[in-house]
């Protein structure tokens, strides 16, 4: 496959899971300032700029401004809008490696946006937030169904699992600055989609230990750090052709990429619950860095940029 087409799938599939997951956390967000009137604007979403990596702004912070440059903001691929525009263009330059009902179901989605945001004015941006995760849903089990389980689909779940295991850090963290109550983790369960099954899980006990143990270490909820770090790794594996020359699975693994994966999924597997808890704050800016480090690895593995050929004319002696 062409390190250029590798590519365009590796990122449709981080930006797409994250404008879902930016609508996710922006969701929670507003949900928590409007449930708790003690806490403050300001200081709350100078908070979660802060760990979404938005940088500092010179004007008053309010939750429309956050929303305003989270959420709407065309120009910045952090935010759903830019992100959602970021994986239609790279999907344009992988039409003949993903299937037209992919093409199509992001096409229609980011010609349904300008609808979409001016309902938005008039019901809320819930409803705006709502909207975008169901189209990256459809977005996700069409390539579920419609790609073959090649090397493009390999990229393409890779992608997705790295920008998962960031953003539900992410999300964590969010969670952790904002005090960590009770009502706290109730919304972010809802907002992860993982409430029905964390109350199959635990019989209804909700409390810190549990919440957090079920978010980052359930081996069977596809949303968890460690599902999709075993998702990542499992990719990566099945990238790395087998039988060459110290290739085989004798010393270890093969690539930078897998080694930094490795560590932080054992990281995270072997060790105990209430260490996890207790270190939470630091465990997660630990994942985050993991992500960063990871996509750096995998840029330089599989998508390095030739410089252009250089012709020099023959010189006569």
């Not at 090397?151 to 969010?174: K, P």
């Amino acid at each position: 496959m062409l390190s250029r087409i590798a590519e365009s799938l590796y990122w449709i599939g981080r930006y797409v899971e994250r404008a879902e997951d930016t609508a996710r956390i922006l969701d929670v967000h507003l949900h928590r300032m409007l449930a708790d009137p003690w806490v403050d604007e300001a200081t709350a979403c100078r908070s979660l700029l802060t760990v979404m990596g938005a940088g500092k702004l010179d004007q008053p912070v309010t939750a429309a401004r956050v929303v305003g440059v989270l959420g709407l903001d065309a120009e910045s691929p952090s935010s759903v809008v830019g992100a959602l525009a970021a994986a239609r263009e790279n999907a344009r330059g992988a039409r003949e490696t993903i299937s037209a009902d992919m093409w199509e179901c992001l096409n229609s989605t980011w010609h349904g946006l300008p609808a979409v945001r001016r309902r938005a004015e008039q019901q809320g941006v819930h409803a705006f937030f709502r909207w975008v995760r169901e189209r990256c849903a459809v977005m996700a089990g069409l390539t579920d169904a419609t790609m073959s389980r090649d090397e493009g689909w390999l990229f393409l779940v890779l992608g997705r699992s790295v920008e998962r295991v960031d953003m539900t850090a992410r999300l964590l963290s969010t969670h952790v600055r904002a005090g960590g109550s009770i009502p706290s983790w109730l919304t972010l369960l809802r907002s992860c989609g993982a409430w029905e099954t964390f109350l199959r899980t635990y019989r209804g006990s909700l409390d810190d230990r549990y919440a957090a143990e079920f978010l980052l270490l359930d081996r069977l909820f596809p949303r968890s750090v460690f599902a999709a770090l075993s998702r990542a790794e499992g990719c990566l594996r099945e990238l790395e052709p087998a039988g060459g020359p110290g290739q085989p699975g004798r010393t270890g693994v093969s690539t930078e990429a897998q080694r930094i994966i490795g560590r932080a999924r054992t990281g995270l597997e072997f060790r105990a619950a209430d260490e996890l808890i207790d270190d939470l704050a630091a465990v997660l800016a630990g994942l985050e860095r993991t992500c960063s480090q990871v996509n750096d690895a995998v840029s330089r593995r599989y998508f390095r940029q030739t410089s252009a050929v250089a012709w020099l004319p023959e010189t006569v002696s």
